[in-house]
């Protein structure tokens, strides 16, 4: 019995296919250099506050301070690598695998800018990668597309097409009716929208990084007109999220918008990849129901994580309702342990 329940999972897994292979190279790429951008941004910042007028009390002397652009850049790398990553792997894996950058922002944070790290915290990094592992282990293989034209069969399918319906419309009527009324006082508003659109940016950038790999693999996508629509939505999505994810960490806590917003988004991300691509169509019933044990325990080392980034050894396990959401104890701009895509492109 044990024999053939063990040739069962060897038949249930295939192994990673190559372009699966790529897409996580490229993923945890994204993770190490916007993980590290953000400890080299607060270097920076550090360094510039040292002399001029501090990024915390609306001072831009930061602007003139290599180190900071150093970080900029590192961050631009890793928003490139993050958007390849899309072309070559499913959405299900690469966008849980964000969570990997607060591991490597919280170990160089450790280290480099001698902040500690609580034991909660070890144990949120420790869950990350057992959660991240999982995923990897049993996401779904890539769908074979040869052309953009079969990228938009599958987005105006009848399912993807009242999904999208939905999203827009939830989107619009948030925008209408409840940001002017509780746009400032209740969290989820900035954050639905943001992860809302969120989705349907990912399934565009997927689009759009498939047009661009067979083009560059030498099958010209750019003359078809549907290359240049994903483009518009890629564009117009990023555009809002940005504006609404930059109103949510104004008026509210970094710890409180961060790990709502990753387990919004990337539920939702995973929602849209499942209707438009049919993940799941190509796996078992014990390998969807791995990767969402996997989803979970990476929400839970996140939410570890956050809640503990700001304590020290021998404190007790209570953190205030609402904390200073600007500036650290020397009056920066906490960067802190950020979750993926808090100051970055990574919204999709």
Known sequence: MAESGGGGWRDSYKGMSSDNIKGLVLAISSSL??????????????????????????GYSYLYEPLWWIGVTTMLLGEIANFAAYAFAPAILVTPLGALSIIISAVLAHIILL????????LGCALCVVGSTTIVLHAPQEQEIGSVLEVWNLATEPAFMFYASLIIGAAVFLIVRYVPQYGQTNVMVYIGICSLVGSLSVMSVKALGIALKLTFSGTNQLFYPQTWVFTLVVLTCVVTQLNYLNKALDTFNTAIVSPIYYVMFTSLTILA???????WDRQNGTQIVTEMCGFVTILSGTFLLHRTKDMVEGSPV???????????????ESEGIPLRRQESLRLP
């Open 33 to 58: 250099f916007i993980g590290a951008s953000f400890i080299v941004k607060k270097k920076g910042l550090k360094k510039a506050g040292a002399t001029g007028t501090r990024a915390g009390v609306g």
């Open 115 to 122: 902040e500690k790290l609580h034991i909660f915290g070890v």
């Open 318 to 332: 209570i953190l205030p309702v609402r904390i200073s959401k600007h500036a650290d104890e020397d009056g920066f």
């Open 273 to 279: 990849s499942v209707i438009m691509f049919k993940d």
